[in-house]
T-cell receptor
Framework: GEDVEQSLFLSVREGDSSVINCTYT??????LYWYKQEPGAGLQLLTY?????DMKQDQRLTVLLNKKDKHLSLRIADTQTGDSAIYFC???????????FGKGTLLTVNP | EAEVAQSPRYKITEKSQAVAFWCDPI?????LYWYRQILGQGPELLVQ????????DSQLPKDRFSAERLKGVDSTLKIQPAELGDSAMYLC?????????????FGPGTRLTVL
């Protein structure tokens, strides 16, 4: 089964907030990450959260972690058309801390 | 700003041919990763190097794929022979070292199409 699960699509209006959700399975994950991928490009790290934190805020981005439910969310405030991209949730696994990614959520921002 | 370089950006080949991809990590980064990203999926780790040593190649199809990082700097990923199912984006990433919290920086990727 899928280790990291995300909803595949999200559509919002420009200026609204976007919330992208993710569930993971490895309770020993120490770091959880959010990456952004624009069309035809590599991945850009947006933010990450350590497993002993509940929340992390970085400018327009807010990450919430519910460790009990193994649920991670990324909130983007005042979403702009430039935020349109695929967003990947990833967890660290194993002694070499390899990243395991979800399938990604396609965020579409409508003007 | 330092970046991970990859070449070529696009490669079209016929099945049964050999292909090779090159990656130059950010200077000073000891850990290098090759990922495969199939359309509509997240990246999947193929191989991880720490300096010139392989740390994890558990998902690398070793009958046809090989990877090397001879001097612990740049790296080559080879597929021989290529199959139709190998069509994907191949991403290289690097980090200062392996371990928790080390940010992985990704290159732009090589888009492979096998006909």
């Amino acid at each position: 089964g899928e280790d990291v699960e995300q909803s595949l699509f999200l559509s919002v209006r420009e200026g609204d907030s976007s919330v992208i959700n993710c569930t993971y399975t490895d309770s020993s994950s120490t770091y959880l990450y959010w990456y952004k991928q624009e069309p035809g490009a590599g991945l850009q790290l947006l933010t990450y959260i350590f497993s002993n934190m509940d929340m992390k805020q970085d400018q327009r981005l807010t990450v919430l972690l519910n460790k009990k439910d193994k649920h991670l969310s990324l909130r983007i405030a005042d979403t702009q058309t430039g935020d349109s991209a695929i967003y990947f949730c990833a967890e660290t696994q194993g002694s070499n801390y390899k990243l395991t990614f979800g399938k990604g959520t396609l965020l579409t921002v409508n003007p | 700003e330092a970046e991970v370089a990859q070449s070529p950006r696009y490669k079209i080949t016929e099945k049964s041919q050999a292909v090779a991809f090159w990656c130059d990590p950010i200077s000073g980064h000891a850990t290098l990763y090759w990922y495969r990203q199939i359309l509509g999926q997240g990246p999947e780790l193929l191989v991880q190097f720490q300096d010139e040593s392989v740390v994890d190649d558990s998902q690398l199809p070793k009958d046809r794929f090989s990877a090397e990082r001879l001097k612990g700097v740049d790296s080559t990923l080879k597929i021989q022979p290529a199959e139709l199912g190998d069509s994907a984006m191949y991403l290289c990433a690097s980090s200062l070292s392996q371990g928790r919290g080390n940010e992985q920086f990704f290159g732009p990727g090589t888009r492979l199409t096998v006909l």
